[in-house]
Nanobody
Framework: QVQLVESGGGLVQAGGSLTLSCAASGRTFSIVYMGWFRQAPGKEREFVAAISRSGYAKNYADSVKGRFTISRDNAKNTVYLQMDTLKFEDTAVYYC????????????????WGQGTQVTVSS
């Protein structure tokens, strides 16, 4: 089993920045890809970004490209999401997820999920 704990959410003004962290514990050697997803009120959960074990392969949703940066520190078993130029529409609960299989995959392929952290962007 893998446990994921997110931190770093909060309230920020539009145009501001936040950095989310996700610390993994347990059978972390089994993790291949880690990703961030988000769910806004009244909407389905959606993909935000993902990163491979090596850190070289990264993917972003079109809505956050150029504004968000995903990174990971394998020594600390932690993945980060640097969010810049935040917009009101970025308001959501952000979830960290991890998968054991190859490739970024789809949401249903992620095996482990954190409890989520709230990000609120005021306009």
């Amino acid at each position: 089993q893998v446990q994921l704990v997110e931190s770093g959410g909060g309230l920020v003004q539009a145009g501001g920045s936040l950095t989310l962290s996700c610390a993994a514990s347990g059978r972390t050697f089994s993790i291949v890809y880690m990703g961030w997803f988000r769910q806004a009120p009244g909407k389905e959960r959606e993909f935000v970004a993902a990163i491979s074990r090596s850190g070289y392969a990264k993917n972003y949703a079109d809505s956050v490209k150029g504004r968000f940066t995903i990174s990971r520190d394998n020594a600390k078993n932690t993945v980060y999401l640097q969010m810049d130029t935040l917009k009101f529409e970025d308001t959501a609960v952000y979830y960290c997820a991890a998968k054991s299989g190859p490739g970024i995959g789809i949401q249903d392929e992620y095996d482990y999920w954190g409890q989520g952290t709230q990000v609120t962007v005021s306009s």
